[in-house]
């Protein structure tokens, strides 16, 4: 199937680490993405690895990806209120440009 | 700002109507895409055209039509409007074909009411 499940809602300090998780099906995933949408605003790629990869850090964001387990996450290190926003996990498989998204996780950052 | 343009950003209309959206991809990306997001689907892929040419479907409705011209602009046109078509709807754009880490611009999206 297409499913791609994310938590619906996540909400923590200022100055902690956040974690997204994201979970998918179909095995011939071959990259996985992590997308921002701040209100009112359009989709904004903040990173995405390749499915033969474990790990991928960029700044404040890391990128662990489980493939055994069909499991990415995403880390914010030292979560601002600016990061408040719905993050969306997307796949891309073999052969295909399009992306599934999944269910969106809407970060609430708090002082 | 991703350099891709949409227009309207607001669209409201009636049922039984049609309306076109508008995107303009960002310069020198050929190929386009069109993503549905609304609160029952999340968000969906419906078509993506590459170089004028229809390259992939999603779940775009047979109501629903796309076209992509020789400028590379794009228009959805969406017909017999229903209350469940109320969305968001997102053009993409991005260089090239499938090659993975072809990264799709997301443009600030048109949210369209039918009452």
């Known amino acids: 199937g297409e499913d791609v499940e994310q938590s619906l809602f996540l909400s923590v300090r200022e100055g902690d680490s956040s974690v997204i998780n994201c979970t998918y099906t179909d095995s011939s995933s071959t990259y996985l993405y992590w997308y921002k949408q701040e209100p009112g605003a359009g989709l904004q790629l903040l990173t995405y690895?390749?499915?033969?990869?474990d790990m991928k850090q960029d700044q404040r964001l890391t990128v662990l990806l489980n493939k055994k387990d069909k499991h990415l996450s995403l880390r914010i290190a030292d979560t601002q209120t600016g990061d408040s926003a719905i993050y969306f996990c997307?796949?891309?498989?073999?052969?295909?440009?399009?992306?599934?998204f999944g269910t969106g996780t809407r970060l609430q950052v708090f002082p | 700002d991703s350099g891709v343009t949409q227009t309207p950003k607001h669209l409201i209309t009636a049922t039984g109507q049609r309306v076109t959206l508008r995107c303009s991809p960002r310069?020198?990306?050929?190929?386009v895409y069109w993503y549905q997001q609304s609160l029952d689907q999340g968000l969906q892929f419906l078509i993506q055209y590459y170089n004028g040419e229809e390259r992939a479907k999603g779940n775009i409705l047979e109501r629903f039509s796309a076209q992509q011209f020789p400028d590379l602009h794009s228009e959805l046109n969406l017909s017999s409007l229903e209350l469940g078509d109320s969305a968001l709807y997102f053009c993409?754009?991005?260089?090239?074909?499938?090659?993975?880490?072809?990264?799709?611009?997301f443009g600030p999206g048109t949210r369209l009411t039918v009452l």
């Open positions: 997307a796949e891309s498989r073999y052969n295909t440009d399009k992306l599934i």
């Open positions: 310069s020198g990306d050929l190929s």
């Open positions: 993409a754009s991005s260089v090239a074909l499938g090659t993975g880490d072809n990264e799709q611009f």
């Open positions: 690895i390749f499915s033969n990869m």
